[in-house]
């Protein structure tokens, strides 16, 4: 069952970093593929819930407030990734994914109220000396590492936050919740700035893919990833996640060839910045196992 789970669990961080291609091969811009993949993944979610799996989606209004916050966050990490793919490219959105676990050892310490862990900190100054390389060597891609780190921020609020949200409410419905609560944030902002005439502005095609985008590589892996939880510790899903970036950008780059081909030292520093996070995992794991 254990390698089983292990095996379900490469296949969910390789559909998030399969992720990253399919906002590339869709035309549409940033804010309509994010407000009807969003849309499409709260419809999906609330089938499951109501009809296979014939369970209650009522909350209280103070969670369900906290939840609509939470998945606003949601909205604008979304956002600012696919902004980042459209004005750069897949590489560039993925290797700033990095910094969420920097911005995760400063919030996460307030938040929880713990004490901060040095291992996190040295971790984050090699990761922002990763970056600062990266933007060095790869200024043209500067407003694209711009969103990509802002993407990071708002991941980590997100992460961050629905953390302290699990056990409130079903995990389904913590999902449900966020995601439904995100796409309708976006419709009254859209509607308004005027800007929900240009949502319709979408072909067949692209509706399509943000469909597949919104099934098989967002509902699906939400909640296979809570279902893993039973069979694997958290820290083995957190290391495991952060081969997203990695799957993300050899996909791409044999997916789109020239356009993904960066210079060996944006690949030397985002192999360091991984490597960092995995080294700072393995680190807590053996610290946890001491006490």
Sequence with gaps: MHKLALFRLHLI?????????LGKLIHANAQVLVFYRMLFAAVFLFV??????KESIRVSKKIFFQLAAI????????????????????SIALSCLSLSTLFASVLEPIIFKRKVDVSEVIMGIVIVACILLIFKTEFQYKEGIFYGILCAVFGTVFSVFNGKMFGKTSSDNIIF???FC????LMLFYLATGQIFEINEINYRDLALICLLASVFT???ML??????????????????NLEPVYGIILAFFIFGESEQMSSVFYIASAVMILAIIANGVIKSYKTKKL
């Design 13 to 21: 961080v390789f559909l998030w970093g399969f992720t990253a291609i």
């Design 48 to 53: 499951f819930i109501r009809f296979f799996k």
């Design 71 to 90: 998945g606003f966050a949601m909205a604008l990490h979304w956002y600012c990734f696919f902004y980042s793919i459209k004005i750069s490219n897949v």
């Design 177 to 179: 919740y966020e995601i």
């Design 182 to 185: 995100g796409w309708f944030i």
């Design 219 to 221: 509902a699906f892996p």
């Design 224 to 241: 296979e990833s809570v279902k893993l939880m039973k069979y694997i510790s958290p820290f083995t899903l957190i290391l495991t996640v």
